[in-house]
Antibody, heavy 119, light 106 residues
């Protein structure tokens, strides 16, 4: 079955970077795209960006002012999201999600990775 | 940026009640509207894609309707396992999500 397994919780200091991984299994990795979504405490889900797992083309949200980089490693069936220059307001749970076949809905989600930013 | 506004934010419901959640888009999004369920301490799960298409394995009591800017998620005969927060999501070139509707049992 389709599984997206994310890396574990992170605690970072302000100004640092975090890189979260999302390993896919149960299907052909390069057939689908991935989105990254943030859920900050008490806030709505926030779209961060997406990547075409086949060709690596990405698009990221302007709301993160160029602090986000999304990559993938086809050989490892893994996508990564790096967020730089962390601030306290970047605290939250970060999810990867797979885009469905011939679809733009998010049909499978990772378990989420909690990022805490604290001095 | 397209803003999705859900109503209500919170609803206290009884078992077997029919529940209706609405999602209004700030501009026309056609049928690029999807619904998700997020149970406490879990990841979101896809329920309905493209307004009214049920995702595989989703119980038939969940249905969706609408087009353009106004959309509805309906849960017929609420069950205890439906206690969750429900989100709408629009998938145009810049995706966005509604603020969520939290359901609890009275």
């Amino acid at each position: 079955q389709v599984q997206l397994v994310q890396s574990g919780a992170e605690v970072k200091k302000p100004g640092a970077s975090v890189k979260i991984s999302c390993k896919a299994s149960g299907y052909t990795f390069s057939t689908y795209a991935f989105h990254w979504v943030r859920q900050a405490p008490g806030q709505r889900l926030e779209w961060m960006g997406w990547i075409n797992a086949d060709n690596g083309i990405t698009k990221t949200s302007q709301n993160f002012q160029g602090r986000v980089t999304i990559t993938r490693d086809k050989s490892a069936s893994t996508t990564y999201m790096e967020l730089r220059s962390l601030r306290s307001e970047d605290r939250g749970v970060y999810y990867c999600a797979r885009v469905g076949v011939s679809s733009s809905s998010l049909d499978h989600w990772g378990q989420g990775t909690l990022v805490t930013v604290s001095s | 940026e397209i803003v999705l506004t859900q109503s209500p934010d919170f609803q206290s419901v009884t078992l077997k009640e029919k529940v209706t959640i609405t999602c209004r888009a700030s501009q026309n999004i056609g049928t690029s509207l999807h619904w998700y369920q997020q149970r406490p301490d879990q990841s979101p799960k896809l329920l309905i894609k493209y307004v009214s298409q049920s995702f595989s394995g989703v119980p038939s009591r969940f249905s969706g309707s609408g087009s353009g800017t106004d959309f509805t998620l309906t849960i017929n005969s609420l069950e205890a396992e439906d206690v969750a927060t429900y989100f709408c999501h629009q998938s145009t070139s810049l995706p966005s999500f509604g603020q969520g509707t939290k359901l609890e049992i009275k």
